[in-house]
């Protein structure tokens, strides 16, 4: 796939930009393919436009844009939560945009989240959130013992991978936010997603967690051989935590390069006009 940096006709063409890159992805290897997207809530208007995004096994992707840019409805779409006008959403082979609702049920346990607040059940157990991850296919539980023992197993050595194992008999709420977002990491992976979606997964966090939880992600994605999908609304962490960037403005795509060919000036398109408070983007 070639990779852009579109300049509408009303922006400043800054020097020096690489207009044209090639990307990680194509895609012939994507795990997730969209493709001419438009979304628009109600009649309301349309707040994503002609999308395309390709996500490769592997690779982590850094989604960038202003506030109301339509980062999350993006996100949304991906889990067949958005009101998709027109476009092809496909994950993993299958197109969001066409699957009854107990397929795409079935999808959505392939696509693992990951929150800004991290929506964890604070009275419960480190392990037993991480359990919840299996829900889809524990089957019958029993109640006495809850999961089974290799759920269990499996929970446990993802709190291992994460850091964490030792605070797995802890009640979540006395977990520090950093350590919070590495069991809501672990309960996503308890899914055995084949992607997984961060949406502003360090918002809440200080500097020093917010790069343990990326450096976190991307190991993950290269491991474990899935794309991630993080979007951001500081610079320099998705410059420094990410394969490739996307960046959105007014719901177009108007950057889709490698994180290595790109800069915070060449990233300054994405932002510019817009008036919403830019203080933590730089
Ligand atoms: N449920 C909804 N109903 C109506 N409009 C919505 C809804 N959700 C989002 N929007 C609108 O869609 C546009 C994109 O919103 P979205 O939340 O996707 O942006 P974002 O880039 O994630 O913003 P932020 O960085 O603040 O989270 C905005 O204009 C928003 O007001």
Same mark, same amino acid.
């Given at each position: ?24 992805? #194509? ?25 395309? $995004? ?8 850094? $989604? $960038? ?22 476009? #092809? ?73 994460? /850091? ?13 936010? /950093? ?55 500081? $610079? ?24 290595? #060919? ?21």
């Amino acid at each position: 796939m070639t990779t852009t940096i579109h300049r509408p006709a009303r922006t400043t063409v800054s020097a020096g930009l690489a207009a044209t890159t090639t990307s990680a992805a #194509s895609s012939a290897d994507s795990l997730v393919t969209v493709r001419g997207l438009r979304v628009a809530y109600g009649d309301g208007p349309v707040v994503l436009d002609g999308v395309d $995004l390709d996500l490769a096994p592997g690779e982590t992707v850094a $989604l $960038l844009g202003s506030s109301g840019s339509g980062k999350s409805t993006l996100m949304r779409a991906l889990t067949g939560f958005a009101p998709v006008v027109a476009g #092809s959403v496909d994950v993993a082979g299958h197109d969001l945009t066409r699957l009854r609702r107990g397929e795409l049920r079935r999808v959505r346990a392939d696509v693992g989240q990951v929150f800004q607040q991290f929506n964890l059940v604070g009275r419960l157990s480190v392990l037993t959130n991480v359990l919840t991850g299996a829900l889809h296919d524990a089957g019958p539980l029993n109640w006495v013992g809850g999961f089974g023992s290799a759920h269990r197993r499996r929970a446990m050595a993802l709190l291992d991978r994460v /850091g964490i194992a030792h605070k797995a008999n802890d009640q979540a709420r006395t977990l520090s936010g /950093g350590q919070q977002q590495r069991v809501a990491i672990a309960r996503a992976l308890m899914q055995q997603p084949r992607v997984v979606l961060a949406d502003e997964p360090v918002a809440s966090l200080d500097p020093r967690m917010s790069h343990s939880v990326l450096e976190l992600l991307q190991e993950i994605a290269r491991e474990d051989g899935i794309p991630v999908l993080v979007s951001l609304h500081v $610079l320099p962490l998705a410059l420094e935590h990410s394969d490739r960037v996307v960046g959105l403005r007014h719901g177009e795509v108007l950057v889709s390069a490698p994180t290595a #060919s790109l800069d915070a000036e060449a990233l300054a398109v994405v932002y510019e006009g817009v008036e919403e408070e830019t203080d933590d983007q730089h």
